[in-house]
């Protein structure tokens, strides 16, 4: 099935370090996600985005859905042990109950 | 229930033989939708259910993959003579209006 790109597909980075990981796509899509999934687990939503352009804060976490809907980014600022896991972009057509297309995946580790 | 319940968590199945996964969605949730994740993958969407409308077969890999959802509520996904690239981990997810709650997932392993 279809996915999104999405980079880089793993980070090795120190604690309080910034990390940014970003998604795109040759579709468009109305709705970006992001998701985080710690081992054993299912996907738990991180941010929603809406609209193209809007930039959006969750605690350290930022996202922004690209101007052209083609793509978007995850930032997260200081990270901490707990931070780490495998982040997940998702884009959907429009919003509402509708499928997912999951980007690849990108594992971040901390390095203590 | 509180959050979406899969099982079995595990299953370790013979090639050939067929494996039924179970999915109970929260409650009142109208939207159920099943995925695959295999190893270092992404989540491939499989099926999606919606109230009482047909459901959107459109991410079954073969015809050897099937699910139904029963009275609007509980949802099984059925595998028959699984193959060895079936092996994947197996969610399920629902959601009322925006945003999906996904379960823990079944790891089916073909051997």
């Known amino acids: 099935g279809q996915q999104l790109n999405q980079s880089p597909q793993s980070m090795f980075i120190q604690e309080g370090e910034d990390v940014s990981m970003n998604c795109t796509s040759s579709?468009?899509?109305?709705?970006w996600l992001w998701y985080k999934q710690d081992p054993g687990e299912g996907p738990v939503l991180l941010i929603a985005l809406y609209k193209a352009g809007e930039l959006t804060s969750n605690g350290r976490l930022t996202a922004q859905f690209g101007i052209t809907r083609k793509d978007s980014f995850l930032n997260i600022s200081a990270s901490i042990p707990s931070d780490v896991g495998i982040y997940f972009c998702?884009?959907?057509?429009?919003?509402?109950?509708?499928?997912?297309?999951f980007g690849t995946g990108t594992r971040l580790t901390i390095i203590p | 229930g509180a959050g979406v319940s899969q099982s079995p968590s595990n299953k370790v199945t013979e090639k050939g033989k067929d494996v039924e996964l179970r999915c109970d969605p929260i409650?009142?949730?109208?939207?159920l939708y099943w995925y695959r994740q295999s190893l270092g993958q992404g989540l491939e969407f499989l099926i999606y259910f919606q109230g009482n409308s047909a459901p959107d077969k459109s991410g079954l890999p073969s015809d050897r993959f099937s699910a139904e959802r029963t009275g609007g509520s509980v949802s099984t996904l059925t595998i028959q003579r699984t193959q060895q690239e079936d092996s994947a981990v197996y969610l399920c997810?629902?959601?009322?209006?925006?945003?999906?709650?996904f379960g823990s997932g079944t790891r089916l392993t073909v051997v």
């Open positions: 409650s009142g949730h109208t939207a």
């Open positions: 579709s468009i899509f109305n709705t």
């Open positions: 997810a629902s959601s009322l209006t925006m945003g999906y709650t």
């Open positions: 998702a884009g959907q057509l429009s919003i509402g109950n509708e499928k997912l297309t």
